[in-house]
Every structure is written in C-alpha cells, then in structure tokens.
C-alpha cells in the first residue's frame, strides 16, 4: 500500500497510518534518494569511467541540493538555470485544489454549539485522512460571518498544536476553515488567492468536508494562516517583523484622521502605513504586533512611513526604495484594484492586509490577507484603477502613483495582470471545476447558507464579472496601449553567452526591444536574491557590447561583484508617446528576473598562508576562552617578513556559500605567527567564532581571499576525537 498522501510506496513502514514522514516528501530527500540508487549502480559498474560517473553524480546532487535547501518553497529556477521566479507554484499536498479532503472535529458527548465561540477554544479531537490529532483548539473566527451570520455554520480556526507541542497536519499548525458568509459562489476567497500568488504572495486555499461529533456541516474554503510557515514559503527566514494591519483597540479618543467613522472603524490613515509621528505607541494602536526578533520594531514602520508620507514627489522614488518594496507594494494594489477586494487596503484602508518586515533586505512589505469580498458584479466591475489615490490616507496610491515612472509601473502591472491572468478561458473552466467539485456537497449541506440556486446564480456572476471587469480595463487610455515588444535578453563575459563573471567581473546585459518608438531602455540589477535595485541606461551605439549602432539591440555591463554574490536583473523599456509609457522584461519583474552567481576561481593560489591544523571531534583536548570544547582551525603564516592583513577574507567549508564567514575588521597576521578561529556557530562568545560548525565524518575548509581566489583549501574524512588534523612540521 502507498502512502496516501503522495502514493509513494517506499519506507511506509515509518507510520502506522499509511503516510510517509514528511522529510520523505522534501526536496532534499527525493534529490539525495536519487544520488543513493545512482551511487547503487554505478558503483557495481566494471568500467574505466566508474568514477568519473560516480564523481560526477555527486557532484550534479549536491549542485541540485544545496538549492532544495536554500530557497524557499516559491522560489523557482528555470530549467536552463537563468531566470529566477517567486510565485506561481501550484497549492498542493493538503492544499491541493484538485482534492476535496475530510476533516471530522469530535468534542465529546456532552458538546453543545453554543460553547463555540471566539473568545474561547474549545478542546477536541481531529480526524484527517485516518490519522487522530488529539487536544486541539477550536473557535469560532471572523467579524461579519460570526455576528452578522445567525446559523451555525460559521467560520473555524484550529489549532492544531493547541494541547500538544508541535503537533501539525503536513507541516501546518493552524487551519481557517471559512463559511463563505455573503459568498453564494462558496469559492471567491480561494480563486482570489489562487489568481494572486501568480505574482503577489498569496495564501493557498482548496476545499473541505467537514463534520463535527459525526454530523454533516458541508464544504468549507480551506485557507492558508498568513503564520510563520506562510513566511517562510515566500521568504529567505523567518526572522521578520509581521503585523496584521487594523483598528486592534476599537475606536482611539484621538488620532490624525480627524472623526471620520468610516475610517475609525477600518483604520485608514493608522494602519494603512502612514506616518503618525515618531513616538512608537501610536503605532501599536494601529497595528498588531503577531512576531518580531527585534527590541523596537516600531521603528521599522516609521523609518518606511516618514519618507513614504513626507518627501517631495521628485525624491520619493529614490528615497522610499531602501525601507519599503515599492515594485511588491504595487503589484499588491494592482492585484486588490483589478479584482475588485473590497475587505482590501485601497478600499478600506488598514483593514485586513499585513506588513511583513524583510529582515535580510531591511524593508517593508504589504500582504495580501482577506479575499472573501472580492470579484461582485456592480460597482466593483467599473472601479476606478486609481482607487483613493487623491487620499492622503492611502498613501500607496496617493503618493506612489504622484510619482510618473511608478505610476507607468503599476499601469504595466495591471495590464500584466489583465493580459496574462484574466484569461476568460481559463478562469471560467476553473470556476467550473471548483462548481462541479462543490455541487453535490452544497446540495447535501444541511446547514448551507444558500440554496443551490442562489449558488449557481453565484458561478454566472463570477464569470461575468471577470468578462465585464476585463472589458472595463481595456477600454481606459492609460491601458489601451500597445506594449514594446522586448525579448532576447541574456548576459555574456568575454563574449560567451551565459557565461558567469569572476570576483569582480563586469557582465555584459543585451536586449533586444523591436517595435519602437523608444525614449529610453533602462536596465535594473541587484546585488543579491533580495533587496532593491539600481538602474543604469542601456545603450544602442554599437559601443556596449549591443552589436551594430541602431539595430534595435541594446546593452550595457552591470559593475564587478564579489565572489559568490547572486545578481538579479530585469529590463524596462520607455516608450517615446505622451505617456512614456513603460514595458518590463520578463513581464513580472521584479519578483520574476534574470540572475548569474558571481564565480570563485577554482585555482588555489601559492602563498605564505596556510591551513595549518584542525580539529572536527574536540571532547576534551582544548577549550576556547569560555571553557567550551568546540571545532577549531588554525591558521598559520609561513613568511619569514610579511605581514598578512585579512580584510576581505572568508573562511568556509561549502563553495555554495564563499562568504559564510568573515574576518573581524583589521585582522592580520605577523610573519611566522598562528591565529585560531574557533568555529562552534557561537559568535556571541567573541569575534573570532565562526557561524559554522564542522562535521567530524568528513568534510571541507577552505581559505578565501579579498580577491576571490582559494588561497589553502582541505577535504578531509572521518576524524578522530580530540585529534587533530595537522601539517607536520608546521606550515
């Protein structure tokens, strides 16, 4: 029998309940089982080229690997290993679309439904495809579908590792089953969501039976919690800043937008990133802090909102860049404008939407949270794409779309979003789908919240809205124009196309834009896998690597970078029209790029500086300064009269990864002098403790310069306890 989750009928004998453990269902493990039936075979091989394959194979593992591990779940790498996406990935495994699963929620004998509700979890056992999850919490969620909804099948959130530490469903400690209130369709909130995560992150979502002490409740909208498992799916860490963005404590007695009780009930101008002054405690009145590793994480909202709110329009673009996402901030409000999310930001301000601070690019990021008003014929399908822009309290729209280059950004955004994701064909055969899926079940839900006929008259609306809405988007100026044709963009070094540069190597950016006029070509590129960009002008002179003068080719060299740095870039092309009308290449950047690695010479370079002596297994032989008995290498510089200065350098022990640690600022080492490095991941305990531990079954050192080149390198095997690994005699 497979396992009933993947169908994979290998090592089920890990769980009684047919289901493999879940780092069978990683990257990591497919790619390494792959690498362990490989070395099976070949190592039974009689043949000249068995180490070579068997070499190679390794080699190809670890490449593949290192890149399961690193990037997260929506991180995505192009077959030919040069373009880079985040998003687009499909829900799948418990929120797979396809499927429709079961949960069955048990409180006992004695349980009552009016002991439900949203102040309090209720206690009970989850059943889920044949396995029990005992002491889970469950209550009642939601403002609208709890308050205003007077049956009882409301809204759910539970807790799965409510009673017990750890305890998830496929990796997902907390669900929001949704009811659907005020949706006839019962499926807004996951096609919402499953349109947006195309290019926005977006919560997965899919469909499920639910029953509660064995009694039929009907389908439920099975949502993504926007939690620290969300985070790390769209993110390099979980180390950030997250907010849901609202009025936390009812109506303030003061505040900056005046007595205006729309805004007070869904806190436009608090919590809709506008600045409120420097003192930190107005924030949290606005905002609601879920996590943060950071003492004082208020500031991080106003060192985002001050110049966001406050710089004059012709320095804001430059000036906002470093603090906030602006190009993630406007494919946020190009997605809530274009389907019409009422429960959204640029309609009712900071009202459901989240704030996430990105700590490895030190900005501020606006998220997608609720998308359950979305979608309604009326209104919504002529909304304005410039929804609050004259309103100071929305200052995404307000102050962004002021700026003319940001403004024909998110015009290109939307037309992105409307030419590639508003497909009627598309969409319409997935709302059947979802329809023929949820059918049968609405009609058999003895607590439904809508007839069967108000369902399907809810599908009819569903698909007229996105025929009507696509409509209304064509017909406006700003988006009935053609876009400029941009293709065939690619970087070379030394002439050879898709070659990666070396430490400090430019690389040299073509494209090929064809159906002008053009006022300009810009390129933007960014010096890591996050963070902002720069942009330089690109050039058709035939003097930028771009071929002939005029032919429609143009290029330009983005400057050297160090050794293992990872280099994004994309393409803008400014049409020569009243509007300057812009186009990107690829259409979604910036969440969908281009990118090199920045290369490390292979060479070991001949020098006075060794890796004298090492120890991987240290129980009892030597203490650091704190008395701990930790991995250590040390260093020796053979010269008899130079002095080495250890500025730029970097111990490793993966060429993945160069850079992983760095030599303390004004580091060197006189002639004929040892220096150890103490590498315990403790860096707490002085400067000269490295972020990496070693493995004592056998591993790798290396000694990198300011230059990029491998100045002393070791592989070693299996080590012995408290013996150490030296060069005899020294150096």
């Not at 409301?154 to 209130?181: A, C, F, M, R, V």
């Not at 919590?271 to 009145?285: P, Q, R, V």
């Amino acid at each position: 029998m497979g396992c009933k989750r993947c169908k994979n009928s290998v090592l089920i004998f890990f769980n009684s309940h047919n289901y493999c453990p879940d780092f069978l269902h990683s990257s990591y493990f497919k790619i390494n089982l792959i690498f362990f039936i490989s070395f099976l075979y070949l190592r039974k091989m009689n043949h000249p080229i068995r180490n070579s394959l068997l070499c190679f194979v390794f080699m190809l593992t670890f490449a593949l690997s290192m890149t399961a591990q690193n990037l997260p779940y929506e991180y995505r790498i192009s077959e030919d290993g040069h373009r880079l996406t985040i998003g687009g990935n499909p829900s799948t495994e418990f929120y797979d679309e396809s499927i429709i699963r079961s949960i069955d929620l048990d409180f006992g004998p004695n349980w009552n439904f009016d002991d439900l509700n949203d102040f309090n979890d209720l206690l009970g056992k989850l059943s889920f495809e044949g396995q029990v999850y005992d002491s889970v919490g469950v209550r009642i969620k939601g403002f609208s579908s709890n308050f205003s909804n007077q049956t009882e099948k409301k809204s759910l959130n539970i807790i799965i590792d409510y009673g017990i530490d750890k305890q998830n469903i496929w990796g997902y400690e907390t669900l929001n089953l949704n009811s659907g209130y005020e949706d006839p369709s019962s499926m807004r909130e996951v096609l919402y969501n499953h349109i947006g995560r195309n290019y926005t992150p977006g919560l997965k979502g899919n469909f499920v039976d639910l029953s509660i002490n064995g009694e039929n409740w009907g389908p439920y909208l099975n949502i993504q919690q926007l939690n620290g498992d969300y985070i790390r799916e769209w993110f390099l860490s979980n180390n950030g800043t997250r907010w849901r963005c609202w009025y936390p404590d009812g109506i303030p007695v003061d505040g900056p937008i005046g007595q205006d009780p729309f805004a007070f009930l869904f806190g436009a101008g608090g919590a809709s990133i506008n600045f409120l002054g420097t003192d930190t405690t107005e924030y949290a009145k606005y905002y609601t802090l879920k996590r943060t590793t950071k003492e004082n994480p208020w500031q991080d909202i106003i060192k985002a909102a001050e110049p966001l709110c406050t710089l004059p329009i012709g320095e804001l673009e430059e000036g906002v860049k470093d603090v906030l996402d602006v190009d993630r901030a406007l494919w946020f409000v190009a997605h809530e404008n274009v389907w019409a999310d009422d429960d959204s930001y640029v309609y009712k301000g900071g009202m459901d939407y989240y704030l996430y601070y990105e700590i490895e690019s030190d900005r501020i990021i606006p998220l997608e949270y609720d998308g359950n008003s979305c979608m309604q014929l009326g209104e919504a399908q002529t909304w304005s794409i410039f929804m609050n822009e004259t309103d100071e309290k929305f200052p995404l729209m307000s102050r962004l779309l002021k700026v003319p280059s940001l403004r024909q950004r998110y015009l290109a955004h939307i037309r992105t979003i409307r030419d590639l994701y508003m497909d009627e064909e598309y969409l319409t055969g997935l709302i059947d789908e979802f329809a023929d899926k949820l059918r049968p079940r609405i009609e058999n839900d003895p607590r439904r919240l809508f007839s069967l006929a108000e369902f399907e008259d809810g599908i009819e609306d569903l698909k007229s809205f996105v025929i009507l809405r696509k409509a209304y988007l064509s017909s406006l100026p700003e988006l009935n124009v053609l876009d400029l044709e941009i293709e065939a963009l690619k970087h070379s070094v030394d002439g050879v196309d898709w070659n990666s540069p070396q430490h400090m190597q430019e690389a040299n950016i073509t494209v090929d834009v064809i159906n002008g006029p053009v006022e300009v070509v810009n390129l933007y590129y960014s010096d890591g896998l996050v963070g902002s960009f720069d942009k330089i002008t690109m050039f058709d002179d035939g003097m930028h690597g771009d071929g002939a003068a005029d032919d429609g080719t143009f290029g330009a060299n983005i400057p050297g970078q160090s050794y293992g740095t990872i280099v994004r870039y994309y393409v803008e092309a400014i049409k020569d029209d009243p509007t300057n009308t812009a186009s990107f290449f690829p259409r979604g950047a910036e969440h969908d790029v281009y990118f090199y690695e920045v290369q490390i010479s292979q060479a070991v370079v001949s020098g006075d500086m060794v890796i004298n002596e090492f120890m991987a297994s240290n129980d009892t032989a030597i203490a650091d300064e704190v008395g701990e008995f930790d991995d250590w290498v040390e260093l020796r510089n053979n010269s008899l009269v130079d002095i080495v200065d250890f500025d730029g350098w970097h111990l490793t022990d993966t060429l993945a990864n160069p850079t992983k640690w760095s030599f303390p600022a004004g580091t060197s080492l006189s002639p004929q002098s040892y220096l150890t490095i103490w590498l315990d991941e403790d860096q707490s305990q002085g400067e000269f403790h490295a972020n990496f531990k070693l493995d004592a079954d056998g591993e790798e050192i290396y000694l990198i310069n300011a230059d990029g080149n491998i100045v002393d390198q070791v592989i070693f095997e299996t080590q012995t306890t408290d013996l150490s690994y030296s060069r005899i005699p020294n150096g």
